[in-house]
């Protein structure tokens, strides 16, 4: 029954931005850490930036060094919708970004469960 499905990809110049929305649906989003990950073919996937939950955790948000300052994580519980916004956008942020419920923010992308990852949106980064 939980669903998760993310929009706003596309093709950007570098030094653009974006922003990633990920609607959930068969979840109270406020009582789940919700992350975005991405994947390049040939690759594995990676972790880009976490929030945990605000009502079992501190609410902690979490960046990958490689986009810190320039990405900025959100989450309206009214709405089930996290974002990701993309500033600054480099050709290396090239990627399939999707969003997904983990355990908590500190697992691996390999422990969060199969059915609680969105389909993916492409974002592409060149001039």
């Known amino acids: 029954q939980e669903q998760l499905v993310e929009s706003g990809g596309g093709l950007v110049q570098p030094g653009g931005s974006l922003r990633l929305s990920c609607v959930v649906s068969g979840f109270a989003l406020d009582y789940y850490a919700i992350g975005w990950f991405r994947q390049v073919p040939g690759k594995e996937r990676e972790g880009v930036s976490c929030?945990?939950?605000?009502?079992?955790?501190?609410?902690?948000?979490y960046y990958a060094a490689s986009v810190k300052g320039r990405f900025t994580i959100s989450r309206d519980n009214a709405k089930n919708t996290v974002y990701l916004q993309m500033n600054s956008l480099k050709p290396e942020d090239t990627a399939v970004y999707y969003c997904?419920?983990?355990?908590?923010?500190?697992?691996?992308?390999?422990?969060?469960?199969?059915?609680?990852w969105g389909q993916g949106t492409q974002v592409t980064v060149s001039s």
């Open positions: 929030i945990s939950s605000s009502t079992v955790s501190d609410g902690r948000i």
């Open positions: 997904a419920i983990p355990p908590s923010c500190e697992a691996a992308p390999g422990l969060i469960d199969p059915d609680y």
